[in-house]
């Protein structure tokens, strides 16, 4: 066999192998639209669930997921961020610094339910919030964590070493020179991850099974130590648990979350090509 | 006290924040190994190590209850090893593909597709193999349900996918060019130098990525609890329904009672499921900074 010949099968065979990675996300997205399209009303989208959720809407799942994600983001943003400084701006390449290297890595891979466990122990039991909001939200946010430092961190490294002997050659103290030189630089890669975190949030089951999800709650809740529904968990329920749901409310449901999940990944993937685009360095 | 004063007092302030900041991510490990140590311990005043792990039985509601996970571990193994033998292959392919051969647009697109694909919730890729690849599965093979191991293996094969082919890429990616340049110089073709030579240099950070795939697959629970049928039994075929260690934490907590022995069990469950990700990662880690070198 010519190695012509070789390399031209061998391309077949890579390009075949892609598209078998590519189209699921197509059909996926082509079954749920397709069968889900005609569930979405006004109705669905914003009013109660009635009759043991076989009719009414969806409304306290939606809102219960926006609870959630904003929660988590609002804990996992700020500690994030500045873990990502302390990594890239003040720690030296020591024990201590490869030490919270590899415990991002191992926040990052442990399976998601583990996390349910950890937030139902933690949170739930030894804390005494309950079943809550704050619960799942405290979950999900350390859960996302390693994504925020990640990205942030990423970010970070970005900017040019010489901001930073600028900034300080002319007197300003190192924090100074993070806040004005540094973070207004690195900000929407912060919000890249930002946005990549609340996309991840909003998707998981496992980790609100036991801290916050309620089975079937026809109302909206009223505090964070309140327990809420919520979207992933509401489909799960409904495929899986509830006979007698019509089709198009399973597919809708999946269609509302699948959507918002990759409203915000779409947002995110475009605004670090932006950024990456727009770098004046 | 001067506003000098005062600011470095802020600043003094910001920067201990900064370095606890840090920190956290290393308690948070540590807290929570101990609280499923905390939770899961109470098993073992009743319970052998070895009972636990490789006793044959889990019958956690029967009177007296039986905790043996090696159904549970087998089931997971089985639908682990299933889903590797998929994804392994077409994940590096498609990698080599995306790195070394996909224009530049077309590089740019397959990219955000397998981000989107790796975006898509657990749950839902769970409900669409459900629906449609069990009834498949159960006509093909003419079997009494379709929700079986091959199921969920060929589910969390797209689950990993996403994983080994980003982490490939940017492996092969990471190849000096150089390398690449003296192989075509010496009469290689495109294909010769993908193949022997880059593919090759790749090699530490692919292993990392086959891994780090594997991890996912392993920790995987909504996908798996929906397609596999969560019969806790020994599998002898890949036809039949299993149940995963994930799965049978997701489908007992709510069942258990807190402090009982079950609900320790299920946190013992936990703590095996912390351990072998824990090592997965440790040692994929190792191997990313082995290509990095």
């Given amino acids: ?33 397709a069968k889900g399209a005609s569930a979405i009303s006004w109705e669905f989208l914003f009013s109660m669930p009635r009759d043991g959720m076989t009719a009414g809407g969806i409304f306290p799942a939606i809102l219960g997921t926006l609870y959630l994600v904003l929660g988590a983001v609002l804990f996992a943003v700020p500690l994030g961020v500045l873990a990502a400084v302390y990594l890239v701006e003040y720690s030296s390449d020591n024990w201590f610094s490869r030490l919270v290297k590899l415990a991002i890595v191992n926040l990052a891979g442990v399976p998601s339910v583990v996390y349910g466990l950890f937030g139902l122990g933690i949170f739930v039991t030894f804390f005494r919030f309950g079943a809550s909001i704050l619960s799942g939200s405290l979950t999900l946010g350390i859960m996302i964590l390693p994504v925020i430092i990640t990205s ?120 670090r090509s932006r950024f990456r685009r727009k770098k004046k360095w | 006290m001067t506003p000098n004063r005062l600011r470095k007092l802020k600043e003094w302030l910001i920067e201990k924040a900064i ?21 899961g311990f109470s098993l073992f005043r009743g319970e052998s190590v070895g009972d636990f792990l490789f006793g044959k039985s889990w019958y956690p509601i029967s009177d007296p209850p039986r905790f043996g996970i090696l159904p549970l571990i087998m089931g997971s193994l089985l639908v682990t090893l299933g889903a590797a033998a998929i994804s392994v292959p077409i994940g590096i392919a498609a990698a ?14 397959l990219k955000a ?88 240099a790749a090699r530490p950070g692919m292993v990392a990525a086959v891994m780090l795939g594997i991890g996912r697959v392993i920790g995987e629970t909504m996908a798996v609890m929906m397609v596999t049928g969560n019969a806790a039994m020994i599998p002898s075929s890949i036809l039949q329904p299993v149940r995963t260690l994930t799965a049978t934490i997701a489908a007992e907590m709510g069942e258990s009672v807190q402090g009982g022995a079950h609900y320790a069990a299920l946190f013992a469950i936990g703590i095996v499921l912390f351990v072998i990700t824990f090592l997965i990662n440790g040692v994929a880690d190792l191997y990313l900074h082995r290509s990095r070198r």
């Fill in chain 1, 1 to 33: 066999m010519s190695a012509r010949l070789a390399q031209k099968i061998a391309f077949a065979v890579l390009l075949l192998a892609t598209l078998l990675v590519v189209f699921p996300v197509i059909i996926i997205l082509g079954i749920i639209v």
């Fill in chain 1, 152 to 271: 942030a961190r990423e970010a970070l490294e970005s900017v040019p070493r010489h901001f930073r002997t600028v900034s300080l050659s002319l007197g300003a103290s190192h924090w100074q020179t993070i806040r004005h030189s540094v973070l207004p630089h690195a900000l929407p890669g912060i919000l890249t991850g930002m946005i990549l975190g609340l996309g991840r949030a909003a998707g998981e089951t496992a980790p609100i099974l036991f801290t916050v999800a309620a089975f079937y709650l026809p109302r909206l809740p009223q505090s964070v130590f309140d327990q809420t529904m919520a979207l992933p968990y509401h489909l799960y329920v409904i495929s899986t648990q509830v006979p007698g749901i019509a089709e198009n409310v399973r597919y809708g449901t999946a269609l509302v979350l699948l959507t918002l999940v990759l409203l915000l990944n779409l947002a995110a993937i475009l605004l």
């Fill in chain 2, 19 to 39: 370095l606890l900041s840090g920190v956290f991510s290393v308690i948070f490990v540590l807290l929570i190994f101990l609280f499923l140590l905390r939770e």
């Fill in chain 2, 96 to 109: 080599l593909y995306i790195a070394e051969i996909a224009p530049g647009r077309l590089k740019e697109g």
């Fill in chain 2, 113 to 200: 597709g397998i981000e989107l694909l790796a975006a898509i919730p657990s749950v839902v890729i769970g409900f669409i193999g459900m629906i449609t690849l069990g009834p498949w599965i159960k006509n093909l093979f003419n079997i009494p349900t379709g929700l079986t191991a091959l199921t969920g293996s060929v589910t969390l094969a797209f689950m990993a996918m996403p994983t080994i082919v980003s982490i490939a890429e940017d492996a092969i990616t990471a190849v000096p060019r150089q390398y690449r340049e003296a192989a075509i110089a010496m009469g290689a073709t495109k294909w010769q130098t993908t193949w022997r030579i880059v593919a090759r």
